[in-house]
């Protein structure tokens, strides 16, 4: 069983700036690409950003300059920083991961609980 647990999200005004934290953690092989998702009331979860395991990000037009994912191989840790935030990127904001577990034969899609980011004007 593999968990992913995010931190960092809370309250912060337009301009300004969080940094999300997502670690994985139980029976990990190995992990390939892992990203940021993000859901606003009432609306489809879309994606932020991915990182593969070489490092190589993805990004949306939308974040694009604004937002650096990172992760930390070692520690199967992901990070968003997040900066220039605006109203709009209010939303609960989810880890994923494609995790090979140590018992298992292929990636397995893993998500986190969320994490709520308000951010006000």
């Known amino acids: 069983q593999v968990q992913l647990v995010e931190s960092g999200g809370g309250l912060v005004q337009a301009g300004g700036s969080l940094r999300l934290s997502c670690a994985a953690s139980?029976?990990?092989?190995?992990?390939?690409?892992m990203g940021w998702y993000h859901q606003a009331a009432g609306k489809q979860r879309e994606l932020i950003a991915t990182i593969t395991a070489k490092g190589i990000t993805n990004y949306p037009d939308s974040v694009k300059g604004r937002f650096t994912i990172s992760r930390d191989n070692a520690k199967n840790t992901v990070y968003l920083q997040m900066n220039s935030l605006k109203p709009e990127d209010t939303a609960v904001y989810f880890c994923n991961a494609r995790v090979l577990f140590t018992t298992g034969s292929t990636y397995v899609e893993v998500w986190g609980q969320g994490t709520l980011v308000t951010v006000s004007s």
């Open positions: 139980g029976s990990i092989a190995s992990i390939s690409v």
